[in-house]
Nanobody
Framework: QADFLESGGGEVQAGGSLRISCAASGFAFDSTAMGWFRQTPGEERQVISCIGWRDDAPSYPDDKFYEDSVKGRFTISRDNAKNTLYLQMNKMKPEDTATYYC??????????????????WGQGTQVTVSS
C-alpha cells in the first residue's frame, strides 16, 4: 500500500520561501513519476508540478512540468535514495496558500502530468502566505 507523508509547510510572508517534502513508501518510488498538488477550500485538488522518475534532473531537462502560476518560482526535485520528493517555493504569493499533497502520477513531461494512479493521498501540509 502506497503511503505519502508531506511535511515542511508553515506560514511565510509574501516574497519568502518554503521547502516542502514528501516521504513516500510502499511502492517503487525510484521508477515512478511524482507530482505536487494543492487544494484550497471549495476547490478541487489541482496539479502544480510533476517530475519523471529520474532524480538526475540535469540530464533530463524535459521531464518536469510546472503550472503557469508557479513557473519560474517553484522547483520540483527528488532524491530516490531517500524516497523523497521536494518542492522549493520561492517568491511566494498569497494565492499560493493551500494544502499541498504529493502523489504518484502516470507520466511527467514539459506539457502535462499524468493523472494520479494510486488512489491514496497523504494528510498534506498546509502552506499559508501572508501579505
Amino acid at each position: 500500500q502506497a503511503d505519502f507523508l508531506e511535511s515542511g509547510g508553515g506560514e511565510v510572508q509574501a516574497g519568502g520561501s518554503l521547502r516542502i517534502s514528501c516521504a513516500a513508501s510502499g511502492f517503487a518510488f525510484d521508477s515512478t513519476a511524482m507530482g505536487w498538488f494543492r487544494q484550497t477550500p471549495g476547490e478541487e485538488r489541482q496539479v502544480i508540478s510533476c517530475i519523471g522518475w529520474r532524480d538526475d534532473a540535469p540530464s533530463y531537462p524535459d521531464d518536469k512540468f510546472y503550472e503557469d502560476s508557479v513557473k519560474g518560482r517553484f522547483t520540483i526535485s527528488r532524491d530516490n535514495a531517500k524516497n523523497t520528493l521536494y518542492l522549493q517555493m520561492n517568491k511566494m504569493k498569497p494565492e499560493d496558500t493551500a494544502t499541498y499533497y504529493c502523489a504518484a502520477v502516470a507520466y511527467s513531461n514539459r506539457i502535462s502530468c499524468g493523472d494520479p494512479y494510486l488512489a491514496v493521498w497523504g494528510q498534506g501540509t498546509q502552506v499559508t502566505v501572508s501579505s
